[in-house]
């Protein structure tokens, strides 16, 4: 059971270069969440979806998208990377009910030059 | 205003102590709270939720929560030094955000 998968683990992009982030779960949950993590901080809220269909944004979306491919999938873009976007992206999913907690990805490491 | 805010740290105890880490959160429509454990270059993992006001405990955590108060906190009971990590508090709410404060990091030292 993999639970969480993220990928890339590690990810150097140029100023306005853009990628996609990928995240999977395989364990039929319905929410499923991206965050980004600074150095000494705590992880800040980017895009969410609670349900298959529906996105969200979080605390910091801009600079931002998001697609819910499906019930196992939802993925990051960045179409113009900028310094300020380098951080530890992790993904998230849970059952989506009040006591369900979040299962997370090991994260990619995003390097903005 | 961050949505959740956690006492700033570091925090540091000696072995065998209480260690108190507390949180409060603005969103009143947030329903239940949790704790994550983050150990340095790892992702978090779940230590307890709580989502009724009063005491909750397992093994040698309790979380309390005080929803008029908007206040939830984690003491750690016969602290250990595997017990310091990075502790962040996280509030869910029924429209399905979660949202983080900015962790406390807690040191025991033997």
């Known amino acids: 059971n993999a639970g969480v998968t993220q990928t890339p683990k590690f990810q150097v992009l140029k100023t306005g270069q853009s990628m996609t982030l990928q995240c999977a779960q395989d364990m039929n949950h319905n929410s499923m969440y991206w965050y980004r993590q600074d150095p000494g901080m705590g992880l800040r809220l980017i895009y969410y979806s609670a349900s298959e269909g529906t996105t969200d944004k979080g605390e910091v979306p801009n600079g931002y998208n998001v697609s819910r491919l499906n019930k196992r999938e939802f993925s990051l873009r960045l179409e113009s990377a900028a310094p300020s976007q380098t951080s530890v992206y992790f993904c998230?999913?849970?059952?989506?009910?009040?006591?369900?907690?979040?299962?997370f990805g090991n994260g990619t490491r995003l390097t903005v030059t | 205003q961050k949505e959740v805010e956690q006492n700033s740290g570091p925090l540091s105890v000696p072995e065998g102590a209480i260690a108190s880490l507390n949180c409060t959160y603005s969103d009143r429509g947030s329903q239940s709270f949790f704790w994550y454990r983050q150990y340095s270059g790892k992702s978090p993992e779940l230590i307890m939720f709580?989502?009724?006001?009063g005491d909750k405990e397992d093994g040698r955590f309790t979380a309390q929560l005080n929803k008029a108060s908007q206040y939830v906190s984690l003491l750690i009971r016969d602290s250990q030094p595997s017990d310091s990590a990075t502790y962040l508090c996280?509030?869910?709410?029924?429209?399905?955000?979660?949202?983080f404060g900015d962790g406390t990091t807690l040191t025991v030292k033997p």
């Open positions: 996280a509030a869910h709410t029924n429209a399905g955000k979660s949202t």
């Open positions: 998230a999913s849970s059952a989506g009910t009040g006591e369900a907690p979040l299962h």
């Open positions: 709580i989502y009724s006001n």
